[in-house]
Nanobody, 117 residues
Framework: QVQLVESGGGLVQPGGSLRLSCAAS????????MGWYRQVPGTERELVAS???????VYADSVKGRFTISRDTAKNTVFLQMNSLKPEDTATYYC???????????WGQGTQVTVSS
């Protein structure tokens, strides 16, 4: 069973930056999609950014121009560079992986990001 391990969350001031990492226990080169969702307690999990078919990046409107998703296939890792962070970016961030278009998502355990002064 594939496992995903996230890291890089923490407390940062508004305007600051963080980089999240998601290391997969399998070769990600041929995975259909990998990316990040986030969730605030009491709300639904929302898509933040994803890489589809290895090259097409999709972003939520709220993070466009501030967040960048990338992957390193040699390290089987996906990254989320988050710049110009805002208090409304505060959430638990979850990495996911899709082996195929219709496959169920595999989730990481989540990493907390808190943006506060």
């Amino acid at each position: 069973q594939v496992q995903l391990v996230e890291s890089g969350g923490g407390l940062v001031q508004p305007g600051g930056s963080l980089r999240l990492s998601c290391a997969a226990s399998t070769n990600i080169f041929r995975m259909y999609s990998m990316g990040w969702y986030r969730q605030v307690p009491g709300t639904e999990r929302e898509l933040v950014a994803s890489i589809v078919s290895g090259y097409s990046a999709v972003y939520a409107d709220s993070v466009k121009g501030r967040f960048t998703i990338s992957r390193d296939t040699a390290k089987n890792t996906v990254f989320l560079q988050m710049n110009s962070l805002k208090p409304e970016d505060t959430a638990t961030y979850y990495c996911y992986l899709l082996t195929g278009r219709n496959s169920p998502k595999t989730w990481g355990q989540g990493t907390q990001v808190t943006v506060s002064s």
